[in-house]
């Protein structure tokens, strides 16, 4: 039998201290933030998912969600509300509230908020193969601030000259 995980409150919102089944709340679990790449929960505590990223995503008009990659592994991206602009292989595709985008390994992509009110996007990755990225020079990603002028194979090198996240609360009317 799995036990229910306990949920501690922090000054940042709930998060789970253990393993086993929860229940959360987006709006009540804690956010973490930076002035670049906009806002974000996922859901995890002192345990990492092992199988499985998932987190909600909230980006204003002009903020990407990360530096433009490709990796190891397959994900799924589904626009909750807002707009953006998906950067995928090279090409722009606008993107409204219930548009569905999957991404098989080393597809190259990013996210940039495009409209007034907050674009939140639901996130999920698988977890399998070992985590490897890629982030190339790409002329589209670099017009919009959210790509690397070297490539590599580095997150610390593809995110040296940004602020670290810190952990927040959630920020009222993002979802």
């Known amino acids: 039998m799995v036990t229910e995980a306990n949920i501690e409150r922090t000054e940042h919102g709930l998060v789970p201290s253990d393993e086993g089944w929860y229940v959360i709340n987006a709006r009540d679990t804690r956010w973490y933030e930076s002035d670049e790449f906009g806002r974000a929960c996922t859901f995890e505590g002192g345990t990492r998912f092992p199988h499985l990223g998932v987190n909600i995503h909230v980006l204003d008009r002009g903020q990407p969600n990360c530096m433009y990659h490709g990796e190891d592994e397959q994900e799924g991206f589904l626009v909750l509300s807002g707009e953006c602009v998906l950067i995928v292989e090279g090409q722009e595709r606008r993107l409204r509230a219930w548009d569905f985008v999957h991404c098989p390994p080393w597809t190259e992509h990013v996210f940039v908020g495009a409209s007034d009110e907050p674009?939140?996007?639901?996130?999920?990755?698988?977890?399998?193969?070992?985590?490897?990225v890629r982030y190339p020079v790409n002329e589209t990603a670099l017009r919009?601030?959210?790509?690397?002028?070297?490539?590599?194979?580095?997150?610390d090198?593809?995110?040296?000259?940004?602020?670290?996240?810190?952990?927040?609360?959630?920020?009222?009317?993002?979802?």
């Open 144 to 155: 919009y601030g959210a790509g690397v002028e070297a490539e590599t194979d580095s997150a």
């Open 157 to 175: 090198k593809a995110y040296a000259r940004f602020s670290e996240l810190r952990e927040a609360p959630y920020r009222e009317g993002d979802l």
């Open 119 to 132: 674009c939140a996007i639901l996130m999920l990755g698988t977890r399998t193969l070992g985590a490897g």
